[in-house]
Nanobody, 116 residues
């Protein structure tokens, strides 16, 4: 079993920054990708950013230039640096891990609220 624990959510004013962190533990054998999804009330869960074991990254168009995903392969951690936050970034953010067999694992989520 794989466990993912997120930290770093909270309340921030528009234009502010937050950094989310996620650590994976358990039966981790071969990770293909780690990253972040988010889900706002009444909306579907959407991919925010991900980083593959090769180091290549992908971002949702809505966060490009503002968010940066990074990963420490040795520690099985993935971070999301979020800058220039907007009210529309408000959501529950989930860390995820995909192994080489295509299995996905999810954290419990951490709330990010952007409001003045």
């Amino acid at each position: 079993q794989v466990q993912l624990v997120e930290t770093g959510g909270g309340l921030v004013q528009p234009g502010g920054s937050l950094r989310l962190s996620c650590v994976a533990s358990g039966s981790i054998f071969s990770i293909n990708a780690m990253g972040w999804y988010r889900q706002a009330p009444g909306k579907q869960r959407e991919l925010v950013a991900r980083i593959f074991s090769t180091g290549s990254t992908g971002y949702a168009d809505s966060v490009k230039g503002r968010f940066t995903v990074s990963r420490d392969n040795a520690k099985n951690t993935v971070d999301l640096q979020m800058n220039s936050l907007k009210p529309e970034d408000t959501a529950l953010y989930y860390c995820y891990l995909q192994n080489d067999w295509g299995n996905n694992y999810w954290g419990q989520g951490t709330q990010v609220t952007v409001s003045s």
